[in-house]
Protein backbone atom coordinates (compact mmCIF):
# COMPACT_ATOMS: atom_id res chain seq x y z
CA UNK A 1 0.00 0.00 0.00
CA UNK A 2 1.05 3.92 -0.70
CA UNK A 3 1.14 5.86 2.32
CA UNK A 4 -2.36 7.57 1.40
CA UNK A 5 -4.24 3.91 2.34
CA UNK A 6 -1.53 3.43 5.64
CA UNK A 7 -2.98 4.32 9.00
CA UNK A 8 -1.65 2.26 11.92
CA UNK A 9 -5.75 0.77 12.19
CA UNK A 10 -5.18 -0.92 9.32
CA UNK A 11 -1.63 -2.36 10.62
CA UNK A 12 -2.80 -3.34 13.40
CA UNK A 13 -5.47 -5.33 12.09
CA UNK A 14 -3.24 -6.75 9.40
CA UNK A 15 -0.79 -8.29 11.96
CA UNK A 16 -3.72 -9.15 14.12
CA UNK A 17 -4.71 -11.72 11.51
CA UNK A 18 -1.22 -12.43 10.52
CA UNK A 19 -0.58 -10.65 7.23
CA UNK A 20 2.66 -9.37 6.00
CA UNK A 21 2.95 -5.93 4.45
CA UNK A 22 5.29 -3.79 2.85
CA UNK A 23 3.66 -0.10 3.38
CA UNK A 24 4.75 3.60 2.43
CA UNK A 25 4.63 5.93 5.79
CA UNK A 26 3.36 9.22 5.87
CA UNK A 27 6.15 12.33 5.12
CA UNK A 28 6.50 13.51 8.97
CA UNK A 29 7.36 10.39 10.04
CA UNK A 30 10.55 10.11 8.24
CA UNK A 31 11.74 13.35 10.71
CA UNK A 32 12.28 10.69 12.99
CA UNK A 33 15.26 9.07 11.18
CA UNK A 34 16.62 12.57 10.26
CA UNK A 35 20.69 10.98 12.63
CA UNK A 36 20.49 8.11 9.54
CA UNK A 37 20.06 10.64 6.47
CA UNK A 38 23.48 11.83 7.18
CA UNK A 39 25.11 8.34 7.36
CA UNK A 40 26.89 6.73 4.19
CA UNK A 41 25.98 2.90 4.53
CA UNK A 42 24.05 3.04 2.07
CA UNK A 43 23.17 0.19 -0.76
CA UNK A 44 22.61 1.28 -4.17
CA UNK A 45 19.89 -1.44 -5.38
CA UNK A 46 19.34 1.25 -9.19
CA UNK A 47 21.16 3.71 -10.73
CA UNK A 48 20.44 6.74 -8.81
CA UNK A 49 18.20 4.53 -6.10
CA UNK A 50 19.90 4.01 -2.29
CA UNK A 51 18.65 2.20 0.45
CA UNK A 52 19.28 1.08 3.79
CA UNK A 53 17.58 -1.18 6.50
CA UNK A 54 16.68 0.15 10.19
CA UNK A 55 15.05 -2.21 12.89
CA UNK A 56 12.23 -0.63 14.91
CA UNK A 57 12.84 -0.48 18.88
CA UNK A 58 10.49 -3.41 19.27
CA UNK A 59 11.72 -5.16 16.66
CA UNK A 60 8.39 -6.41 15.02
CA UNK A 61 9.24 -4.28 12.30
CA UNK A 62 12.01 -2.69 9.22
CA UNK A 63 11.91 0.14 8.02
CA UNK A 64 13.49 0.70 5.06
CA UNK A 65 14.85 4.08 4.13
CA UNK A 66 14.94 5.16 0.44
CA UNK A 67 16.42 7.94 -1.47
CA UNK A 68 16.42 8.88 -5.25
CA UNK A 69 18.50 11.65 -6.93
CA UNK A 70 16.19 12.06 -9.75
CA UNK A 71 13.53 12.72 -7.14
CA UNK A 72 15.69 14.54 -4.90
CA UNK A 73 15.83 17.08 -8.27
CA UNK A 74 12.00 17.25 -8.39
CA UNK A 75 11.59 17.96 -5.15
CA UNK A 76 14.38 20.99 -4.87
CA UNK A 77 12.44 22.46 -7.51
CA UNK A 78 9.04 21.95 -6.13
CA UNK A 79 10.40 23.70 -2.78
CA UNK A 80 11.76 26.37 -4.64
CA UNK A 81 8.83 27.20 -6.94
CA UNK A 82 6.06 26.97 -3.85
CA UNK A 83 8.40 29.29 -1.88
CA UNK A 84 9.16 31.89 -4.74
CA UNK A 85 5.00 31.70 -4.91
CA UNK A 86 4.98 32.46 -1.14
CA UNK A 87 7.31 35.22 -1.11
CA UNK A 88 5.64 37.12 -4.51
CA UNK A 89 2.09 36.84 -2.70
CA UNK A 90 3.61 38.33 0.53
CA UNK A 91 5.38 41.37 -1.66
CA UNK A 92 2.26 42.05 -3.30
CA UNK A 93 -0.03 42.25 0.21
CA UNK A 94 2.73 44.18 1.82
CA UNK A 95 2.78 47.00 -0.83
CA UNK A 96 -1.14 46.68 -0.67
CA UNK A 97 -0.61 47.51 3.03
CA UNK A 98 1.84 50.41 2.46
CA UNK A 99 -0.52 52.09 -0.08
CA UNK A 100 -4.21 51.34 1.59
CA UNK A 101 -5.87 54.69 2.58
CA UNK A 102 -7.55 53.14 5.39
CA UNK A 103 -7.37 51.16 8.19
CA UNK A 104 -7.08 47.16 7.12
CA UNK A 105 -8.79 44.47 8.58
CA UNK A 106 -6.04 42.47 10.76
CA UNK A 107 -8.66 39.39 10.20
CA UNK A 108 -9.19 39.68 6.71
CA UNK A 109 -5.13 40.12 6.03
CA UNK A 110 -4.80 36.52 8.24
CA UNK A 111 -6.67 34.84 5.80
CA UNK A 112 -5.60 35.91 2.42
CA UNK A 113 -2.18 35.02 4.42
CA UNK A 114 -3.79 31.37 5.11
CA UNK A 115 -5.01 30.64 1.53
CA UNK A 116 -1.59 32.09 -0.09
CA UNK A 117 0.00 29.34 2.10
CA UNK A 118 -2.65 26.77 1.86
CA UNK A 119 -2.01 27.20 -2.24
CA UNK A 120 1.91 26.37 -1.48
CA UNK A 121 1.33 24.37 1.77
CA UNK A 122 4.59 22.48 0.19
CA UNK A 123 7.14 25.51 1.35
CA UNK A 124 4.43 26.91 3.93
CA UNK A 125 6.71 26.08 7.12
CA UNK A 126 9.65 27.78 5.56
CA UNK A 127 8.35 31.20 6.24
CA UNK A 128 7.90 32.87 9.28
CA UNK A 129 5.52 35.46 9.40
CA UNK A 130 4.49 38.25 11.20
CA UNK A 131 1.35 40.70 11.33
CA UNK A 132 2.17 43.86 13.40
CA UNK A 133 0.85 46.98 14.42
CA UNK A 134 2.06 50.17 12.92
CA UNK A 135 0.68 53.75 13.58
CA UNK A 136 2.61 55.31 11.33
CA UNK A 137 0.77 54.06 8.34
CA UNK A 138 -3.41 54.49 7.43
CA UNK A 139 -3.76 51.20 7.21
CA UNK A 140 -2.27 50.16 10.99
CA UNK A 141 -0.73 47.12 10.32
CA UNK A 142 2.71 45.84 8.62
CA UNK A 143 3.70 42.99 7.25
CA UNK A 144 7.16 41.08 8.22
CA UNK A 145 8.59 38.02 7.27
CA UNK A 146 11.56 36.12 7.37
CA UNK A 147 13.15 32.49 5.97
CA UNK A 148 12.83 29.58 8.35
CA UNK A 149 16.62 28.56 8.21
CA UNK A 150 15.62 25.16 10.14
CA UNK A 151 12.93 24.16 7.80
CA UNK A 152 15.20 24.76 4.51
CA UNK A 153 18.13 22.80 6.13
CA UNK A 154 15.72 19.91 6.47
CA UNK A 155 14.18 20.13 3.31
CA UNK A 156 17.19 20.29 1.92
CA UNK A 157 18.44 16.92 3.67
CA UNK A 158 15.07 15.25 3.42
CA UNK A 159 14.44 15.38 -0.81
CA UNK A 160 14.66 13.23 -2.66
CA UNK A 161 14.13 10.81 0.61
CA UNK A 162 10.84 8.34 1.73
CA UNK A 163 10.53 5.73 4.28
CA UNK A 164 8.87 2.40 4.11
CA UNK A 165 7.89 -0.34 7.10
CA UNK A 166 7.27 -4.15 6.79
CA UNK A 167 6.86 -6.88 9.13
CA UNK A 168 8.78 -9.33 6.20
CA UNK A 169 12.09 -10.74 7.34
CA UNK A 170 14.69 -12.08 5.79
CA UNK A 171 14.87 -9.85 2.96
CA UNK A 172 17.52 -7.78 1.66
CA UNK A 173 16.73 -4.29 0.76
CA UNK A 174 17.11 -4.58 -3.08
CA UNK A 175 14.27 -6.87 -2.76
CA UNK A 176 11.99 -4.85 -0.40
CA UNK A 177 12.16 -1.89 -2.73
CA UNK A 178 11.80 -4.03 -5.79
CA UNK A 179 8.55 -5.32 -4.09
CA UNK A 180 7.09 -1.69 -3.02
CA UNK A 181 7.65 -0.53 -6.94
CA UNK A 182 5.48 -2.90 -8.34
CA UNK A 183 3.37 -0.33 -7.27
CA UNK A 184 3.87 1.41 -10.27
CA UNK A 185 2.93 -1.71 -12.20
CA UNK A 186 -0.73 -1.19 -10.42
CA UNK A 187 -1.04 2.12 -11.01
CA UNK A 188 -0.53 1.55 -14.63
CA UNK A 189 -3.04 -1.11 -14.66
CA UNK A 190 -5.61 1.22 -13.16
CA UNK A 191 -4.74 3.97 -15.50
CA UNK A 192 -5.31 1.39 -18.52
CA UNK A 193 -8.94 0.38 -17.11
CA UNK A 194 -9.61 4.44 -16.68
CA UNK A 195 -8.42 5.62 -19.98
CA UNK A 196 -8.07 2.84 -22.58
CA UNK A 197 -11.36 0.77 -21.51
CA UNK A 198 -13.10 3.92 -20.43
CA UNK A 199 -14.23 3.00 -17.28
CA UNK A 200 -15.16 6.09 -15.42
CA UNK A 201 -14.54 6.00 -10.96
CA UNK A 202 -17.49 3.92 -9.58
CA UNK A 203 -18.77 4.15 -6.56
CA UNK A 204 -20.17 0.96 -5.35
CA UNK A 205 -23.20 1.08 -3.06
CA UNK A 206 -23.40 -3.27 -2.97
CA UNK A 207 -20.55 -5.55 -1.57
CA UNK A 208 -20.46 -7.74 -4.53
CA UNK A 209 -20.35 -5.03 -7.09
CA UNK A 210 -17.00 -4.02 -4.83
CA UNK A 211 -16.07 -7.83 -5.01
CA UNK A 212 -16.60 -7.91 -8.56
CA UNK A 213 -14.50 -4.60 -9.45
CA UNK A 214 -11.52 -6.17 -7.35
CA UNK A 215 -12.03 -8.94 -9.37
CA UNK A 216 -12.36 -6.99 -13.07
CA UNK A 217 -8.72 -5.34 -11.29
CA UNK A 218 -6.92 -8.48 -10.54
CA UNK A 219 -7.29 -9.62 -13.83
CA UNK A 220 -6.66 -6.58 -15.68
CA UNK A 221 -3.04 -6.59 -13.32
CA UNK A 222 -2.60 -10.55 -14.20
CA UNK A 223 -2.90 -9.95 -18.08
CA UNK A 224 -0.43 -6.70 -17.52
CA UNK A 225 2.32 -9.00 -15.47
CA UNK A 226 1.79 -11.88 -17.92
CA UNK A 227 2.61 -9.34 -21.03
CA UNK A 228 5.55 -8.03 -19.20
CA UNK A 229 7.02 -11.10 -18.55
CA UNK A 230 6.54 -11.71 -21.93
CA UNK A 231 8.35 -8.85 -22.87
CA UNK A 232 10.89 -9.64 -20.71
CA UNK A 233 11.58 -12.86 -22.05
CA UNK A 234 12.06 -11.43 -25.65
CA UNK A 235 14.27 -8.46 -24.48
CA UNK A 236 12.12 -6.07 -25.14
CA UNK A 237 12.52 -4.39 -21.67
CA UNK A 238 9.43 -3.72 -19.56
CA UNK A 239 7.38 -0.99 -21.05
CA UNK A 240 4.29 -2.66 -21.73
CA UNK A 241 2.77 0.29 -22.64
CA UNK A 242 4.28 0.48 -25.69
CA UNK A 243 3.21 -2.63 -26.84
CA UNK A 244 0.26 -2.23 -25.76
CA UNK A 245 -0.17 1.23 -27.99
CA UNK A 246 1.63 -0.46 -31.04
CA UNK A 247 -1.30 -3.41 -30.89
CA UNK A 248 -3.66 -0.81 -30.73
CA UNK A 249 -3.81 0.03 -34.33
CA UNK A 250 -4.58 -3.29 -35.34
CA UNK A 251 -7.92 -3.14 -36.19
CA UNK A 252 -11.05 -5.71 -36.65
CA UNK A 253 -13.63 -4.98 -39.23
CA UNK A 254 -16.30 -7.00 -40.24
CA UNK A 255 -17.02 -7.46 -43.48
CA UNK A 256 -19.99 -8.08 -45.90
CA UNK A 257 -19.97 -10.70 -48.71
CA UNK A 258 -23.25 -11.25 -50.67
CA UNK A 259 -23.52 -14.94 -51.79
CA UNK A 260 -25.21 -16.15 -55.10
CA UNK A 261 -28.06 -17.42 -52.63
CA UNK A 262 -29.18 -13.64 -52.12
CA UNK A 263 -28.00 -14.13 -48.75
CA UNK A 264 -25.18 -11.79 -46.86
CA UNK A 265 -22.23 -13.77 -45.04
CA UNK A 266 -19.96 -11.38 -42.30
CA UNK A 267 -16.20 -12.27 -42.11
CA UNK A 268 -14.85 -10.64 -38.58
CA UNK A 269 -11.18 -9.47 -40.28
CA UNK A 270 -8.22 -8.35 -38.68
CA UNK A 271 -5.95 -5.70 -39.95
CA UNK A 272 -2.48 -6.70 -41.08
CA UNK A 273 0.19 -5.62 -39.08
CA UNK A 274 3.03 -3.11 -40.83
CA UNK A 275 6.95 -4.41 -40.40
CA UNK A 276 7.29 -2.24 -37.22
CA UNK A 277 4.41 -4.59 -35.28
CA UNK A 278 5.71 -7.65 -37.22
CA UNK A 279 8.74 -7.39 -35.71
CA UNK A 280 7.56 -6.74 -32.32
CA UNK A 281 5.10 -9.87 -32.38
CA UNK A 282 7.95 -12.55 -33.68
CA UNK A 283 9.89 -11.21 -30.66
CA UNK A 284 6.97 -11.93 -27.93
CA UNK A 285 6.52 -15.24 -30.57
CA UNK A 286 2.88 -14.03 -30.79
CA UNK A 287 0.61 -14.65 -34.45
CA UNK A 288 -2.21 -12.44 -35.39
CA UNK A 289 -4.78 -14.59 -37.21
CA UNK A 290 -6.29 -13.68 -40.04
CA UNK A 291 -10.14 -13.61 -39.08
CA UNK A 292 -11.75 -13.76 -35.56
CA UNK A 293 -14.33 -17.06 -34.80
CA UNK A 294 -16.39 -18.66 -38.17
CA UNK A 295 -18.06 -17.12 -41.19
CA UNK A 296 -22.05 -16.25 -40.09
CA UNK A 297 -24.99 -15.57 -41.82
CA UNK A 298 -26.36 -11.99 -41.69
CA UNK A 299 -29.62 -12.22 -41.05
CA UNK A 300 -32.41 -10.31 -42.74
CA UNK A 301 -34.34 -7.77 -41.06
CA UNK A 302 -37.72 -8.39 -40.29
CA UNK A 303 -40.26 -6.47 -42.68
CA UNK A 304 -43.68 -5.57 -41.38
CA UNK A 305 -44.84 -7.58 -44.22
CA UNK A 306 -43.35 -11.08 -42.92
CA UNK A 307 -45.06 -9.42 -39.20
Known amino acids: MDRGMVS ?38 QEGIEVKLLNSPDGRETFVLCRSSDRREKEKAIHERFAQRIETGLERLDREIRQA ?17 GRNSRAAGGFKI ?3 EDTTCQAGLKL ?21 RTNLTGQSPERLWQTYMQLT ?43 QIWME ?10 VIEECARLKANDVILKTSAGREIRLCCITQPDPAQR ?10 PER ?11 TSQQM
Open 233 to 242: QSGLGRGVRT
Open 144 to 164: RWSRVEAWRQWARLSEGCYLL
Open 130 to 132: ERL
Open 8 to 45: EENLHFLRDRGGLYLVGTPRQMLKKFQAYLLDSDWSEV
Open 292 to 302: LGRPSWVRSPI
Open 185 to 227: DVEAVFRTGKSDLKIRPIWHQLEHRVQGHILFSFLAYALWKTL
Open 101 to 117: RRKRDRAVLERRIGRLL
Open 279 to 288: ALLDRMGLVI
